[in-house]
């Protein structure tokens, strides 16, 4: 019997295209934008940043196999969202004048697009 996913889907403060900067772990200080999130895992994974090396077999789409490089995803805990200063920030929920819900920077206050 295949066991169920119990944990909730939970929202995330960080979205696919955010610039944001990594404050923990081996690669901490280091900025990049968001190409993929991994919800269930609460992972992103950032461009050009935590690249690893992976061996592949020999396959249809590549016939030699060989060593590539690729990003690898990192906790969404360590990244933090850059502002339009350059600093990082924490980002909040709250509601426009149209009743539609928004992020915006808790330092600056401004609205996240």
Same mark, same amino acid.
Request: aromatic share 0%; net charge positive.
């Given at each position: 019997? &295949?066991?169920? @996913?119990?944990?909730?889907?939970?929202?995330?403060?960080? &979205?696919?295209?955010? @610039?944001?900067?990594?404050?923990?772990?081996?690669?901490?200080?280091?900025?990049?934008?968001?190409?993929?999130?991994?919800?269930?895992?609460?992972?992103?994974?950032?461009?050009?940043? @935590?690249?690893?090396?992976?061996?592949?077999?020999?396959?249809?789409? @590549?016939?030699?196999?060989?060593?590539?490089?690729?990003?690898?995803?990192?906790?969404?805990?360590?990244?933090?969202?850059?502002?339009?200063?350059?600093?990082?920030?924490?980002?909040?929920?709250? &509601?426009?004048?149209?009743?539609?819900?928004?992020?915006?920077?808790?330092?600056?206050?401004?609205?996240? &697009?």
């Amino acid at each position: 019997m &295949k066991k169920k @996913n119990t944990q909730k889907s939970v929202k995330l403060h960080v &979205k696919r295209g955010d @610039n944001v900067i990594v404050i923990a772990g081996n690669h901490k200080g280091e900025q990049g934008t968001i190409t993929e999130v991994k919800v269930s895992e609460q992972r992103v994974i950032l461009e050009g940043i @935590n690249m690893v090396k992976k061996h592949i077999k020999p396959s249809a789409n @590549n016939p030699e196999g060989g060593i590539i490089e690729m990003e690898a995803p990192i906790h969404i805990s360590n990244v933090a969202h850059v502002d339009a200063s350059g600093k990082p920030t924490r980002i909040g929920r709250k &509601k426009d004048e149209n009743g539609k819900l928004v992020r915006y920077s808790k330092k600056s206050g401004e609205i996240i &697009k």
